[in-house]
């Protein structure tokens, strides 16, 4: 193990003396801005998604508007997302001509692929409220928006903040991929210091306890979170 | 004020409404009793379309309520409904639930009004408030109606704290705070402990007194009798018979009310 000593101190010397945490706190920042910004736009379109796909469907707009959201989930559920960065950030942009980082591609391919899933989360948030909720509103002459906004929606996040955890971690972890489109994630930055030194045993351990220490401060947050809204529900 | 023409309601090939015709007056207390699943609460919810009818007519003020064009979000809020299992909005305070929608309401009538004056258009100037005006307009409204039915300290709490008895009066004066035209009651003290049907109806005699128009589905006949102005019994999707509390309990005609009546009565 004299060995791994001497790996150890190749690394730190890396770290610090060649100011190698510098990218690893670049690739830190990264990887957090792409899942959160990420996982702010899938919240978003998933919610969207699933009010269209609960839309009672005897007019044509939300038949219309409901393929189109089933096209879209099977897209970005069928699709690897290494493939949907690729295409989007090789394909789609130049295409387009349109000039962005890699970084804000990832963000975007993210939080659509996100949406995808999280739409389907939220459906079944929504399903679970108790269908009365709406009649309530409808009732009292509030359209079919403006009672999911304002009544069903709430209650449905208050279901489903534990899946949607879940889903923000597993968010965090796949974030891993974006070195394929040239992005700094924590991903890169390990591995910058292991072709540096031709050592690798050493970084990869250390972005391995990150990824870790990670998901275990989000699982917190998610306790607490969930805590917190049970406590509303219970002591009012 | 409502007339129902010839209204057909099908579930698939279960045909539960069979061409029924029904017209509710200014002012009316219609009780519509009749065995389970004999459609009495469909038509009940035919009225303000929260059932679409597959047949036939409703008219609400000359609209014809049927049509699928009509904007039926503008006319039930002049037709108030209170369920069975209450339906509070129960991530609301019971201030919130009955201020909602008189707030959505009229910010939307003002911003229509802000838009029409923009463009030089004729426009109700009243409806023209700021956001503060609106929401104090409705709390003021709301804390009048609490103290009515005697429940103002339970302005800030939660529904899922309150008795049964309590979320029905609550779902009462919330449908009140629209100001509507009608109410509809589909089964209020069915899903009740025995002890607290009687502070519902109460608020229920109440608003009759004061002339409120309503339609109550029920199987409390005492109320039916005291307080209907009339009794409309219905059976397989068809109305049997219609008529004053005591034409319909002292003396029926059509053989299935009269052994509806023995069985209950």
Same mark, same amino acid.
């Given at each position: ?94 295409? !387009?001509? $349109?000039? =962005?980082? /890699?970084?804000?591609?990832? %963000?975007?391919?993210?939080? &659509? ?99 870790? !220490?990670? $998901?275990? =401060?989000? /699982?917190?947050?998610?306790? %607490?979170?969930?805590?917190? &809204? ?7 | ?55 036939g007519n409703i008219f609400f003020h000359g609209v014809d309520l049927a049509d699928m064009k009509v904007d039926i979000n503008l006319h039930r809020q002049k ?187």
């Amino acid at each position: 193990m004299g060995n791994f000593d001497r790996k150890i101190e190749v690394f730190l010397d890396y770290m610090i003396d060649a100011e190698g945490y510098n990218m690893v706190l670049l690739g830190l920042k990264n990887t957090v801005i792409i899942a959160c910004v990420g996982l702010l736009i899938g919240i978003l379109i998933g919610t969207v998604i699933a009010a269209v796909r609960v839309m009672p469907k005897y007019k044509l707009l939300p038949r219309v508007l409901n393929s189109i959201c089933s096209v879209y989930v099977s897209f970005f559920r069928g699709t690897p997302i290494v493939v949907q960065l690729l295409l989007f950030y090789y394909v789609l942009f130049p295409l !387009l001509g $349109v000039n =962005i980082t /890699s970084v804000n591609v990832s %963000i975007l391919v993210f939080g &659509l692929n996100s949406g995808a899933y999280i739409s389907e989360i939220m459906r079944g948030g929504i399903l679970s409220v108790d269908s009365g909720q709406m009649e309530g509103g409808r009732a009292m002459g509030l359209s079919f928006t403006a009672t999911m906004m304002k009544i069903v929606i709430p209650q449905a996040i208050k279901n489903i903040i534990p899946t949607l955890g879940n889903e923000f971690i597993a968010l965090i972890k796949e974030t891993s991929v974006v070195s394929f489109v040239g992005a700094t994630d924590l991903y890169k930055a390990f591995n910058t210091a292991g072709t540096n030194s031709y050592e690798f045993m050493v970084p990869y351990l250390a972005m391995a306890i990150i990824y870790i !220490l990670m $998901v275990m =401060i989000i /699982s917190l947050f998610i306790k %607490i979170i969930e805590r917190r &809204l049970r406590k509303s529900d219970k002591s009012m | 004020m409502i007339r129902v023409c010839n209204l057909v309601k099908a579930f698939g090939d279960n045909v539960v409404l069979d061409g029924v015709d029904l017209h509710i007056k200014q002012g009316e207390i219609v009780v519509i009793l009749g065995p389970s699943g004999s459609g009495k609460s469909t038509l009940l919810r035919c009225l303000n379309c929260m059932e679409d009818p597959s047949g036939g007519n409703i008219f609400f003020h000359g609209v014809d309520l049927a049509d699928m064009k009509v904007d039926i979000n503008l006319h039930r809020q002049k037709i108030g409904m209170v369920f069975q299992h209450f339906n509070l909005f129960n991530n609301k305070t019971v201030m919130d639930n009955m201020t909602l929608a008189p707030v959505y309401v009229a910010k939307k009538n003002c911003r229509k009004a802000r838009v029409r004056k923009f463009f030089g258009k004729d426009y109700v100037a009243e409806d023209i408030k700021t956001a503060k005006q609106i929401k104090e307009e409705a709390k003021e409204k709301a804390t009048e109606l609490l103290g009515r039915v005697g429940l103002l300290e339970k302005a800030d709490v939660y529904p899922s704290t309150l008795s049964g008895g309590q979320k029905q009066r609550v779902a009462i004066v919330r449908s009140l705070c629209m100001n509507p035209d009608v109410i509809l009651f589909d089964e209020p003290t069915s899903a009740l402990d025995p002890e607290m049907v009687g502070e519902v109806l109460d608020v229920m005699k109440s608003l009759a007194l004061e002339g409120m128009t309503m339609a109550v589905v029920t199987h409390e006949m005492g109320f039916a009798r005291e307080v209907a102005t009339r009794v409309v019994f219905i059976d397989e999707g068809k109305i049997l018979e219609s008529g004053t509390p005591s034409e319909i309990f002292d003396n029926p005609k059509h053989p299935r009310l009269k052994q509806f009546l023995d069985k209950i009565l």
